[in-house]
């Protein structure tokens, strides 16, 4: 089975505060993507990988970086926390790139409260 | 753009149907729903693929319209373990999925 892990359940941090969200696969996917989940907006896609190093960006991307330094490892990154960043974040992975209908694979979120 | 989900909330009891749809503005190559129950992940349940080729769920349904860009699910002889929001995802470049703003379903006894 797929397992796709994140750091954290829960977070709490203060506004302007630096933010990592660490997200781990251990299927050797190429593919990783963060959305945000917020009640009545379902889930918004943040940025996605399809290879180490590579990055590009979804739907809302203001406010967040990434990072992928090793395949199985994906980071997202609040530079200056704001309280409207507030949410529920998942990370997703799937199979392989340039390939479509593949399977994405979500992890089971990290519940950020910006104070 | 996000596709558009309805209904977006639906209450039913055990054994009744229910159908959930999903639409997009843009062309679509395949259509993916996935189920998410309170606290936990989203959990894949079905591709539908252009051409009309389908992947996944034993127990639920889907087509897919592709002049319509229209897809719907299919929930038959419902569960109390169906309860959960449904969301369908649209591919329109290889991979990125694009989500609805999901569908709440609430089975009761």
């Known amino acids: 089975d797929v397992k796709v892990t994140q750091s954290s359940r829960y977070l709490v941090k203060r506004t302007g505060e630096k933010v990592f969200l660490e997200c781990v696969q251990d299927?050797?996917?190429?593919?990783m993507f963060w959305y945000r989940q917020d009640p009545g907006l379902g889930l918004r896609l943040i940025y996605f990988?399809?290879?180490?190093?590579?990055?590009e960006k979804g739907d809302i991307p203001e406010g967040y970086s990434v990072s992928r330094e090793k395949k199985e490892r994906f980071s997202l990154i609040l530079e200056s926390a704001s309280t409207n960043q507030t949410s529920m974040y998942l990370c997703?992975?799937?199979?392989?790139?340039?390939?479509?209908?593949?399977?994405?694979?979500f992890g089971p979120g990290t519940r950020l409260l910006v104070l | 753009q996000q596709p558009v989900q309805s209904p977006q909330a639906v209450i039913l009891r055990e054994g009744e149907d229910a159908v959930i749809n999903c639409s997009s503005s843009?062309?679509?190559?395949?259509v993916h729903w996935y189920r998410q129950k309170h606290g936990e992940a989203p959990v894949f349940l079905m591709i539908?693929?252009?051409?009309?080729e389908q992947k996944g769920h034993d127990k639920i349904s889907a087509s897919f319209n592709e002049k319509k860009q229209q897809s719907s699910l299919y929930l038959t002889a419902s569960q109390l373990s169906y309860s959960g929001t449904y969301f369908c995802?649209?591919?329109?470049?290889?991979?990125?999925?694009?989500f609805g703003q999901g569908t709440i379903l609430t089975v009761h006894p």
């Open positions: 990988s399809y290879d180490v190093k590579m990055k």
């Open positions: 299927m050797d996917h190429e593919n």
């Open positions: 539908l693929l252009k051409g009309g």
């Open positions: 843009k062309a679509l190559y395949s």
């Open positions: 995802g649209t591919e329109t470049s290889y991979g990125k999925l694009t």
């Open positions: 997703a992975s799937s199979l392989s790139r340039g390939t479509r209908a593949e399977t994405q694979y």
